[in-house]
């Protein structure tokens, strides 16, 4: 765990909170906000996280969704029960966060129920927010799920990208991937000038090189990925 940059933190993932759960970002500040908030299961190591900076799960504002999957929102329910945080997500991947629908939020993979939650709002392509210190724009990247998005981010030092399962995430029918707007969004993506990345799995930290590893992405989709889609924690490591 730990600052990535400014007041950006990694507070989740499978080795900060339980091995099922995908990254998750904490942007410090008068507005705290979580940037996904990982699985049910990671739920009490997360609140351990934040406590470690000096955060209890009330002081959370926010919590902002990469996409609409157990690992990485499935604890929003339990935050829910003790915070007012606000839920966004994009609206494709609503309604399956707030009817629990095992497919698409692919809790079938970890055969755990996903809790139903309610969204207070929806994030839509080229809506900018100022957080932490931070410029953060929404990008629409539909493909793994169809409300798959990506958070691009101006900090005054660099400018990086919040990809989630976008980058090297699983493709499966159930889920309502699909690869050609999977690879419009990828080209969509390496239009973009960034520096760095971070995504939704493997360590959460900022990997630089980025233009190259997006477009190492995009040369890759459809070839690399597995067509299984046993979740990461059991066959993937980058
Ligand atoms: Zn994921
Ligand atoms: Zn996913």
């Known amino acids: 765990m730990g600052r990535l940059i400014g007041n950006l933190y990694a507070v989740g993932g499978s ?22 908030c990982g699985s049910v299961v990671g739920y009490s190591a997360l609140k351990k996280n934040l406590q470690s900076l000096g955060y209890e799960a009330k002081d959370i504002k926010k919590v902002i969704a990469t ?25 494709m991947d609503r309604e399956q966060v707030e009817t629990g629908d095992p497919d698409k939020t692919a809790s079938f993979l970890y055969n755990e129920p996903f809790p139903q939650v309610h969204v207070d709002g929806e994030l839509q392509d080229g809506e900018v927010f100022n957080i932490g210190g931070f410029q953060l724009q ?7 799920s169809p409300g798959s998005l990506s958070f691009y981010v101006k900090a005054p030092e660099l400018n990086f990208l ?7 995430g699983g493709y499966h029918p159930r889920v309502g991937s699909d690869i050609d707007k999977w690879g419009a969004s990828l080209d969509r993506l390496l239009e973009l ?7 939704g ?29 046993k979740p990461f924690y059991l066959n993937f490591r980058y």
């Open 162 to 168: 919040i990809a989630g399962d976008t980058l090297w």
């Open 15 to 36: 080795t900060l909170t339980h091995y099922w759960d995908a990254n998750a970002y904490l942007v410090a500040g008068d507005e705290p906000t979580l940037i996904d």
């Open 138 to 144: 929404v990008i629409h990247t539909p493909g793994h």
């Open 193 to 199: 000038d960034f520096d760095a990345l971070s995504w």
């Open 67 to 91: 996409h609409g999957h157990f690992d990485h929102v499935s604890a929003m329910a339990l935050l829910r029960q003790e915070s007012d945080a606000k839920f966004y997500i994009h609206k």
């Open 201 to 229: 799995h493997g360590q959460p930290t900022l990997i630089y090189e980025a233009k190259v590893k997006v477009a190492e992405a995009r040369q890759q989709l459809g070839i690399y990925f597995n067509p299984w889609f």
